[in-house]
């Protein structure tokens, strides 16, 4: 076997024993946190966010730095933040949580009508004071936004672009949307995946992270306050997701169409 072999053979089951230790490791953590009656609002924030790295970051920084040119590819993917990006992402982000909520409730009644499946309760708690907001925005909006792109978008789209074409960016979408296991709001995810997927195939990692984590941000502040959706609301957050998907996608005259892959 060659060195090299050698090398990406070691990364991989490093790798693979992060994801275990991540997946495992937190769910056994967060249960000893629940049964010693510690799980304070603050600790299951922080077992999340420990989780996300150990799961998804982590894994793919490993295989992708095994072979120098992959990790260079993903280097040349941080690509800096256009400015007009940052505010259309901003109204990407509002108005297409609404818009995946509608897609989920949509998605989530038709799934109970015929199956009659029911979605379980989301384990995390709702923040109640400043400091749990800041908890909770980093634990559930800002490190699952870096660290799931560094996964599906880096390494997995970054991957199936190469073997697929623009069919990569569909695959690696409905990976995104199943590893989720909400199945009650999979249409929802795939969506989702989708539009970052997009972002980071004309934008970069940077821009589909932003993005992500703004909408993770919306999509927190609207199920913290249970905010209703009404059809004016829908109507007026399709169109503004529209234009403003647009925006973010445009082709701008000095891009060039990279492609990113292992």
């Known amino acids: 076997m060659k060195s090299i072999d050698r090398r990406v053979l070691l990364h991989w089951i490093g790798a693979l024993l992060l994801a275990a230790l991540g997946f495992f490791g937190g769910n056994l953590w967060a249960l000893a946190l629940i049964r010693a009656e510690k799980g304070t609002s603050l600790a299951i924030y922080g077992v999340n966010a420990v989780q996300q790295l150990f799961l998804f970051a982590a894994p793919a920084l490993l295989i992708l730095s095994a072979r120098p040119a992959r990790w260079m590819d993903f280097r040349r993917s941080m690509r800096p933040i256009p400015f007009d990006t940052v505010a259309n992402s901003a109204l990407l982000s509002v108005s297409g949580a609404v818009v995946a909520s509608l897609i989920a409730y949509l998605w989530a009644a038709w799934l109970q ?7 379980t309760a989301d384990p995390l708690p ?6 749990q907001w800041i908890a909770a925005l980093l634990a559930v909006a800002i490190i699952p936004a870096l660290c799931e792109e560094t996964l599906f978008r880096g390494l997995i789209q970054g991957a ?10 569909l695959v690696a979408a409905l990976i995104f949307a199943v590893l989720h296991f909400r199945w009650e709001a999979l249409p929802a995810l795939l969506a989702v995946g989708l539009v970052l997927g997009l972002t980071y195939d004309r934008r970069g990692l940077w821009s589909s992270a932003m993005l992500h984590g703004l909408y993770n941000t919306v999509v927190l502040i609207l199920s913290s306050h249970e905010v209703g959706i ?9 169109v503004a997701c529209i234009f403003s998907l647009r925006r973010v996608l ?12 292992l």
């Not at 009508?113 to 979605?119: D, E, I």
């Not at 009404?230 to 399709?238: D, K, N, P, S």
């Open 113 to 119: 009508s015929v199956t009659g499946y029911t979605a």
């Open 126 to 131: 709702v923040p109640q004071d400043v400091t």
């Open 230 to 238: 009404t059809l004016v609301m829908a109507a007026i957050c399709t």
């Open 250 to 261: 445009r082709k701008e005259p000095e891009d060039e169409t990279d492609r990113f892959g």
């Open 160 to 169: 199936l672009r190469r073997r697929l074409g623009k069919a990569g960016i």
